[in-house]
């Protein structure tokens, strides 16, 4: 039987989770980790984490959540 695939987009600005519209008006949602964490009790396909933020800044936070 044919199960559609489950992958979450998640939005990170600043290191917390954000709900945007059209990347304008960001909304903090929650902790990053949590958001994945439910996502694999879900069972979700993929993941897929992308950092509005990391053309403005090189930090190292999405390789450290990664990692998590």
């Given at each position: 039987m044919f199960r559609p695939r489950l992958i979450p987009v998640l939005l990170l600005k600043n290191n917390a989770l954000v709900k945007s519209i059209k990347?304008?008006?960001h909304n903090y949602i929650g902790d990053p980790i949590?958001?994945?964490k439910i996502f694999n009790?879900?069972?979700?396909d993929e993941l897929v984490l992308l950092d509005i933020d990391a053309t403005k800044?090189?930090?190292e936070y999405l390789k450290?959540?990664?990692k998590e």
């Amino acid at each position: 039987m044919f199960r559609p695939r489950l992958i979450p987009v998640l939005l990170l600005k600043n290191n917390a989770l954000v709900k945007s519209i059209k990347f304008k008006k960001h909304n903090y949602i929650g902790d990053p980790i949590n958001a994945v964490k439910i996502f694999n009790e879900l069972k979700a396909d993929e993941l897929v984490l992308l950092d509005i933020d990391a053309t403005k800044k090189e930090e190292e936070y999405l390789k450290m959540l990664l990692k998590e």
